[in-house]
């Protein structure tokens, strides 16, 4: 259990450390923890870790006000769209 008043430690926090930071500005969009992308049994799964607002996988929204957390990567190609459709950041 992690108290509030502790200093966080990388084994204490999953969400301690990110392996892309991006910088944003107001009005904010994305959450420091928006997104995780996990490799599950050689499918490779996008999963909104809880933001405020969407996430758009391949057109699908995942996240924000969706009933959806996550949604499988195409083997191919995928377009994610960190926040609402009008968001610039698009990977």
Do not use: C
Not at 30 to 39: E, V, W
Not at 46 to 69: H, M, W, Y
Request: neutral net charge.
């Amino acid at each position: 259990m992690v108290r509030w008043d502790s200093p966080l430690k990388p084994d204490s926090d999953m969400f301690y450390k990110n392996d892309l930071a991006i910088k944003e500005e107001k009005p904010y969009k994305i959450s420091r923890n928006h997104l995780a992308i996990n490799n599950e049994g050689g499918r490779i799964w996008a999963i909104d870790r809880g933001s405020s607002f969407d996430t758009i996988v391949n057109g699908k929204e995942i996240g924000g006000q969706s009933d959806l957390t996550r949604t499988p990567l195409d083997k191919e190609q995928n377009q994610l769209i960190l926040g609402p459709a009008t968001s610039r950041f698009i990977f």
